[in-house]
């Protein structure tokens, strides 16, 4: 397996993925690709929150995301949106 990009599933990050899972309307998905010819496998794990609408892909516990770190996430991308739509208006008034 590669260890670049690939989550290496211990007890402790499963733990913390049915955890994460569970504290709300959250999905996770693990998935084994299996190498062609001389490529590697690898095991990626998705986690999705559907209340915020996003989603990564995790290779160990410290990677999943507190609500605290999705709320700001959302904040920000809520400011950069109100930005956008604010340039977007003043274009349109000239």
């Known amino acids: 397996m590669s260890t670049s990009n690939t989550a290496k599933l211990t ?4 733990a913390a993925l049915i955890t994460w899972q569970q504290q709300g309307s959250r999905s996770v998905k693990i998935e ?3 190498g062609f ?4 496998s690898s095991l990626n794990v998705w ?6 609408t996003s989603g990564e ?4 516990p410290e990677e999943i ?6 709320l700001l996430r959302q904040k920000k991308d809520v ?16």
């Open 11 to 14: 007890p402790e990050f499963i």
């Open 32 to 34: 084994l690709n299996t």
């Open 37 to 40: 010819f001389d490529e590697e």
């Open 47 to 52: 986690i999705y929150d559907y209340e915020f």
């Open 57 to 60: 892909f995790v290779t160990c």
């Open 65 to 70: 995301p507190t609500d605290r770190a999705l």
């Open 79 to 94: 400011e950069a949106s109100r930005r956008r739509l604010n340039d977007q208006l003043k274009a349109l008034e000239v």
